[in-house]
């Protein structure tokens, strides 16, 4: 079964730290793995998005990797801001589908 | 901003009654989606459409029906609204598909079914 968990569930750090949560997927054949932020009260919006052959992506403050072999995505926040408290939602896609597979996200607390 | 909304935002309805949320892109966008979400769980795939008249079931379709008769707009018909679909719901559109380019999602609807 195409799967797609994140860990943590939720995370409290203070403003200025990094933090790194995970995705493990088991999709299969794969094509691409988004990253999207969700704040509350609003629809995600996207982060990043690596396809197969791509092992980092970045945006800003944001840097996602992704290890194919293993099946294992991680998303890494530098320097956190307030700003920064959300839902984090790991997404994939498998190759010739029109479907996205949603993690069910982890949620992140800045304290300042 | 991707041009994506989501109408009615908010909206409390009784048990048994039709209820139709709309989602309406400028994009031309071939792809659309319904999605809902809930308290642990990921998003999860109601209906999708992948062109004018063309629609296909998701996970979690049963209680639901789409229409789309023009490519800027998805409706989503609850027939017959029951307390289990009380979630939020999004749209979202992408140009290609999944394994494809970006998807876009709307601002979402809070439907509260009493």
């Known amino acids: 079964k195409n799967q797609v968990e994140q860990s943590p569930q939720s995370l409290i750090i203070l403003e200025g730290k990094n933090c790194t949560l995970q995705?493990?997927?088991?999709?299969?054949?794969?094509?691409?793995l988004r990253w999207y932020k969700q704040d509350t009260g609003r629809g995600p919006v996207s982060l990043t998005i690596?396809?197969?052959?791509?092992n980092t992506k970045s945006n800003g403050r944001y840097t996602a990797t992704l290890d194919a072999d293993t099946k294992q995505s991680s998303l890494h926040i530098t320097a956190s801001q307030l700003s920064d408290s959300a839902s984090y939602i790991c997404?994939?896609?498998?190759?010739?589908?029109?479907?996205?597979?949603f993690g069910t996200g982890t949620r992140l607390k800045v304290l300042a | 901003d991707a041009g994506i909304t989501q109408s009615p935002r908010h909206k409390v309805t009784e048990t048994g009654t039709p209820v139709t949320l709309r989602c309406h892109q400028t994009?031309?966008?071939?792809?659309m989606y319904w999605y809902r979400q809930d308290p642990g769980h990921g998003l999860r795939l109601i209906h999708y459409?992948?062109?004018?008249?063309?629609?296909d079931k998701g996970e979690v379709s049963d209680g639901y029906s789409v229409s789309r008769s023009k490519t800027e707009d998805f409706l989503l018909t609850l027939e017959s609204a029951t307390s289990s679909q009380t979630s939020v719901y999004f749209c979202?559109?992408?140009?290609?598909?999944?394994?494809?380019?970006?998807?876009?999602f709307g601002q979402g609807t809070r439907l509260t079914v009493v």
């Open positions: 459409s992948y062109g004018v008249k063309d629609t």
């Open positions: 994009e031309n966008h071939r792809y």
């Open positions: 979202a559109i992408s140009e290609s598909g999944a394994s494809g380019t970006e998807a876009f």
């Open positions: 690596m396809t197969f052959s791509e």
């Open positions: 995705c493990n997927y088991t999709v299969s054949p794969f094509s691409n």
């Open positions: 997404v994939v896609s498998g190759s010739g589908t029109y479907k996205y597979i």
